[in-house]
């Protein structure tokens, strides 16, 4: 069985080529246990909160030992997931149009969860920000400043990347569209340096870090998780942009640059809504 896999795919052994567990058909669980693993981040740094000071509930090493956990546990979801979903015919070329759209639909239904799990993190920013604030006894560092401006401009700027080099793609040129995506690979991989950077300043110079009360928890919450999408989606254009190089894309068939391109321009409006809402709405006291 191994073996007739290798010569169907050009004679390369693919893991995860199937759906798993077997047996069930088109069904997959790789979603489900990478969703489990992101969800422990959550949960080890709630354990983590729980592990500091005089009054700790459980060790302190229990959530970073959680975190590491759910780490790997992410991993192996997210290169079962991706593996499946994008690689498993890259020998075959890219699939044909036919049944596209279920598969845009799935990404829209997709982007629906991913828009609960945001809104649940903004819903917590809301309720403590209706109470006193700045929050009592929070160091609170000076957010808007040029750092996230400008990190804000190349995001905004790899959606406009991105969409014209699928516009190309459809016009069928080829080395245009090839471009646009090295170019918005590299804004967002400069977007992901940029908010490693501002946590550095934060963490280190400012001293402001996840246990700084409830606003330090609600600002990391919601840019960490933000910043793990679009660490998904640099992986993802990272994908696409080989599979381009390899010439699987034309005008007819192009349905993973679609789906891609849906999940980039989710990344960046949610990106443009915390802005407004956490580092201005922040900074903004009554």
Do not use: C, K
Request: glycine content about 12%.
């Amino acid at each position: 069985m191994a073996t007739e896999e290798a010569e169907d795919h050009g004679g390369h052994h693919l893991p995860a080529v199937e759906d798993w567990p077997r047996g069930f058909g088109e069904a997959s669980w790789w979603p489900f246990v990478t969703a489990i693993g992101g969800a422990g981040f959550y949960i080890g740094a709630a354990l983590f909160l729980l592990g500091q000071g005089d009054g700790a509930l459980v060790g302190p090493l229990v959530g970073p030992a959680v975190f590491i956990g759910s780490t790997v546990v992410f991993l192996a979801g997210l290169y079962g997931w991706l593996y499946h979903a994008f690689i498993v015919n890259f020998w075959e070329g890219e699939a044909s149009e036919h049944g596209s759209s279920r598969l845009r639909m799935a990404m829209i239904l997709f982007l629906g969860t991913e828009l609960s799990t945001f809104g649940a993190g903004f819903v917590y920013f809301f309720f403590i920000r209706a109470g006193t604030w700045p929050p009592t006894g929070a160091e609170m560092p000076h957010l808007l400043g040029s750092l996230v401006l400008i990190n804000t401009a190349l995001l905004v700027a790899s959606s406009f990347t991105l969409h014209y080099a699928h516009t190309a793609l459809l016009s069928g040129n080829r080395s245009r569209f090839i471009g646009l995506l090295v170019v918005t690979l590299l804004l967002g991989v400069v977007f992901i340096g940029g908010q490693v950077y501002e946590y550095y300043e934060f963490i280190v110079h400012e001293h402001f870090t996840l246990t700084e009360g409830v606003f330090g928890s609600a600002f990391y919450g919601l840019t960490g998780l933000h910043g793990l999408h679009v660490t998904l989606g640099a992986v993802l254009i990272s994908i696409v942009l080989i599979r381009a190089l390899f010439g699987q894309y034309s005008a007819d068939r192009h349905t993973s640059v679609s789906t891609v391109s849906m999940y980039w321009h989710f990344v960046d409006a949610v990106w443009l809504f915390l802005v407004v809402v956490l580092y201005v709405g922040a900074e903004v006291t009554i």
